[in-house]
T-cell receptor, first 112, second 113 residues
Framework: DAKTTQPNSMESNEEEPVHLPCNHSTISGTDYIHWYRQLPSQGPEYVIHGLTSNVNNRMASLAIAEDRKSSTLILHRATLRDAAVYYCILRDVGTNAGKSTFGDGTTLTVKP | NAGVTQTPKFQVLKTGQSMTLQCAQDMNHEYMSWYRQDPGMGLRLIHYSVGAGITDQGEVPNGYNVSRSTTEDFPLRLLSAAPSQTSVYFC????????????FGSGTQLSVL
């Protein structure tokens, strides 16, 4: 199973952009890259996902490297409510999609 | 639309007791899974299911049993609770498509004394 590697923690100032990196050097051609975040005392929630092309939604942007071995979650203007643990995971086709594993994620601290 | 519902929200057990954590989803999702999260740590996969009658082990299956008799429900059983099983447990569900998102329940905080 392809695994992901993320920095343990990152800091940002409020209203500044944040770039959260994720390495997935053993990614397969059919793996989708998903990002989730977990606010304190809550279950994880979906943020964004992509396969090959960069993606934007109302929460964030996802930049995927051309070789797909890394990706970056971009929060354009961090707010205090964005302080959370961010997880990057891979989801494959078939029954492997049921076996989604998470690492320890990146803890984002946003300073006012 | 309730999504993924976990019960109970909190539970305290004594060592050796048994209990079942309930998880139900109303989205007709084929895939369901259980995770545990220890303080300050990430989520670790306990067991998962890709459909009714089909379950498999995840990263940390020891001490836990599961079964999936219906699409909607995926209970997690602790047969003989141990203090090492003190954790927050999350249930998740999704469709079989890898480009569809995972939906998580709000968690069950379990303490084993």
């Amino acid at each position: 199973d392809a695994k992901t590697t993320q920095p343990n923690s990152m800091e940002s100032n409020e209203e500044e952009p944040v770039h959260l990196p994720c390495n997935h050097s053993t990614i397969s051609g059919t793996d989708y890259i998903h990002w989730y975040r977990q606010l304190p005392s809550q279950g994880p929630e979906y943020v964004i996902h992509g396969l090959t092309s960069n993606v934007n939604n109302r929460m964030a942007s996802l930049a995927i490297a051309e070789d797909r071995k890394s990706s970056t979650l971009i929060l354009h203007r961090a707010t205090l409510r964005d302080a959370a643990v961010y997880y990057c995971i891979l989801r494959d086709v078939g029954t492997n999609a049921g076996k989604s594993t998470f690492g320890d994620g990146t803890t984002l601290t946003v300073k006012p | 639309n309730a999504g993924v519902t976990q019960t109970p929200k909190f539970q305290v057990l004594k060592t050796g007791q048994s209990m079942t954590l309930q998880c139900a989803q109303d989205m007709n999702h084929e895939y369901m899974s259980w995770y545990r999260q220890d303080p300050g740590m990430g989520l670790r996969l306990i067991h998962y299911s890709v459909g009714a009658g089909i379950t498999d082990q995840g990263e940390v299956p020891n001490g836990y049993n599961v079964s999936r008799s219906t699409t909607e429900d995926f209970p997690l059983r602790l047969l003989s609770a141990a203090p090492s099983q003190t954790s927050v447990y999350f249930c998740a569900s999704s469709s079989r498509q890898p480009n569809e998102k995972l939906f998580f329940g709000s968690g069950t905080q379990l303490s084993v004394l």
